[in-house]
């Protein structure tokens, strides 16, 4: 049921300033989900990039382990994949995109040593070992866009249905609303004229009598 609005000036003015205000918002959301249309499609190169190169280390890493397996023997390197076990400490920052609170994963910082001793470990398993701490790297980057991405994406959903909401609702109500006022006004200072006209003849017809 449309709000029924009392058809003075002063609720003319109101309405004619909400309608201003109501295009700038849709204007400024516009502008907003522009923008994060344009970091979208970066993300999604850059999403596209990462995975070709989880793709290629993914086949480097377990080609090596298969190696590894096959020259130092599988016992061996499964023990190794054992002997430490350690949880990876990542950070995550969150950044103000366009007003949007986007998390921006941190890349971790891997010590170059390897978590057990190399003696007596056959060159086969030490090329697997920091080939699949390459793989978790490259893992967690793909991890961080995708995240990104999301996001993101889920905020040019939310700011599209806001500009449908004032472009399709809002702003056209306020619209029709004065349109309704302005009409009832007009008609009112065409009835307040005829009144008038008619006085004016009334004291003219009076005087010349």
């Not at 971790?108 to 390459?134: E, N, Q, Y």
């Not at 249905?161 to 007009?186: F, H, M, W």
Request: aromatic residues 4%; without cysteine.
């Amino acid at each position: 049921m449309a709000e029924q609005i009392a058809p003075t000036r002063s609720n003319l003015l109101q309405r004619r300033d909400q309608l201003k205000l109501a295009n700038r918002g849709a204007d400024l959301l516009k502008r907003k989900r522009d923008a994060l249309i344009g970091e979208f499609f970066s993300l999604v190169k850059a999403s596209l990039a990462a995975r070709q190169e989880l793709n290629r280390v993914s086949q480097e890493a377990y080609f090596s382990l298969f190696l590894a397996k096959a020259w130092d023997g599988p016992e061996a390197v499964e023990s190794l994949s054992l002997a430490h076990q350690a949880e990876l400490a990542i950070a995550v920052k969150i950044e103000n995109l366009f007003g949007v609170k986007v998390p921006q994963v941190q890349p971790p910082t891997f010590d170059k040593t390897l978590p057990f001793s190399p003696v007596g470990v056959g060159a086969h398993t030490l090329d697997a070992a920091s080939a699949f701490r390459d793989l978790l790297a490259v893992l967690i980057r793909v991890a961080a866009i995708e995240t990104r991405l999301r996001k993101v994406g889920e905020e040019i959903k939310k700011t599209s249905r806001r500009v449908n909401a004032l472009e399709q609702i809002v702003i056209p109500g306020i619209a029709g609303q004065i349109k309704e006022i302005r009409s009832v006004l007009d008609q009112r200072a065409l009835e307040e004229i005829t009144v008038l006209k008619r006085i004016k003849a009334k004291l003219e017809a009076r005087s010349n009598a």
